[in-house]
């Protein structure tokens, strides 16, 4: 692998051509920067973090898109300076006299890196799970790492339809250590509390009325695979206290059972909910909590990532008519994609794209007409009204026997009261207002005043 270098601070007593060769060593090829070619991966060395510096490294990393790694030569890391490089998108910072052996370790991230970018653009991952945008390039390198080179318990943290589920999927999918077909899913919204014992642990034929077999419950589906708790945070307080025992010990017993079973699963858990928060009033439980948030993933809403909206419609597109050609856009739906709210996240877009694409028809782009009426965006403007919105108020004034001489002369009156009113009784502001003139509008009130009429403040 061939990464660019480049020694942003000239430091007494290092010798660069000495580090270059070190590395090489270790297997890290480096080149120096053409800073106005430099992309993918690189090291940038430097003496102390000062602002050019770390708008260096947001330029070179793209904001993070890219890896860059950070290593100061001379003196120690010192200070809180050094979360700056972070911020602006290094992959890690660390002192290069600090190591007994620093290019091994350099090698050590680049591989590491270079092994979950793979996986992100792999197909098994780029066929599920959309986006180019740092907040999620960022979350699902974070994902992809936990998958496959730890075994830790993951918390998936999320607004409704950030595809928390996916996710789960997806560590599945990557951890090289559990049964591919053995993913669980327990959604604990749903968990009846008279049978949640049964749900989880399973019963023994007799255990209940209507246990009329036994049954297997999550734990035991899940041995070997991933158990996948839905909503978590709804999980009853008396399941908390049973759930965490099965995790600490790896053995449960089944309803109505006196033997221990053995279980060892992945365990993924995903909520919308803050369960810190939740730990804080006390209504789940702060040892559960540490112990299935060993690595908590947090899925940016779509807000946090509207650029991603593009991809997004073309694999939805995609996954619509797998077999026909790409589907374009016309810039007004483009547009209003773009502009449109989405309280439900991602899920919101799947559902909008899917109204429009079951509507068109040809092999036209996509116009505002295959938009479904109620996705439409309402218009407003200050010139343009209709004449509908009379026509209740005028229905009952007929209903009542009202006829069309006292109904036009109510409109006339209330529009003259409007007028006056929003100009603070001011007769030539109002009459302007109105479009008429000021001996018009005096005409008018005089023909329209009857015996302790007032239509409105006066002149």
Known sequence: ????????????????????????????????????????????????????????????????????????????????????????????????????????????????????????????????????????????????????????????????????????????????????????????????????????????????????????GAFALADGGTLFLDEVGELPAGLQTQLLRVIQEHTYKRVGGNSWQRTNFRLVCATNRDLAQAVARGTFRSDLYYRIATVTCKLPSLPERMEDIPRLVRHFAGQHAPDGPPIDLDDVVADYLLRRAYPGNVRDLKQVVSGMLARHVGTGPVTIGDIPELERPAIETDAAWS??????????????????????????????????????????????KLGVTDRALQMRRAAHRGPGRILGASA
Request: net charge negative; hydrophobic share 45%.
């Open 387 to 432: 004449a509908e919105s009379f026509e209740a108020p005028i229905r009952r004034a007929l209903a009542l026997g009202i006829g069309l001489k006292e109904i036009s002369r109510a409109v006339t009156e209330a529009a003259i009261r409007v007028a006056l009113t929003d100009e603070a009784g001011n007769l030539q502001r109002a009459a302007r």
């Open 1 to 216: 692998m061939k990464i660019w270098r480049w020694f942003f601070d000239p430091v007494a007593g290092e010798n660069e051509a000495t580090i270059v060769e070190i590395l090489a060593r270790s297997g890290v090829e480096t080149c120096p920067i053409d800073p106005d070619a430099a992309s993918g991966p690189g090291i940038v060395f430097f003496a102390e973090v000062r602002h050019p510096l770390c708008e260096c490294v947001r330029e070179m990393s793209r904001n993070g898109l890219d890896r860059v790694l950070a290593v100061q030569l001379g003196e120690d890391l010192a200070g809180t300076s050094t979360w700056s490089l972070l911020k602006a998108g290094a992959s890690d910072v660390f002192a290069w006299s600090r190591r007994t052996h620093p290019a091994p370790e350099v090698a050590a991230r680049f591989e590491r890196w270079y092994s979950v970018d793979s996986l992100i653009e792999s197909a098994q991952v780029q066929g599920t799970l959309v986006g180019e945008s740092r907040s999620w390039k960022s979350t699902l390198r974070q994902v992809v790492e936990v998958a496959r080179f730890t075994a830790a318990s993951v918390l998936i943290t999320g607004e409704t339809g950030t595809g928390k589920e996916l996710v789960a999927r997806l560590v599945h999918a990557l951890d090289p250590s559990v049964e591919k077909a053995k993913f669980v899913v327990l959604d604990c919204t749903t968990i009846v509390p008279e049978l949640s014992g049964s749900e989880f642990f399973g019963h023994e034929r007799g255990a209940f009325t209507g246990a009329v077999t036994p049954r297997d």
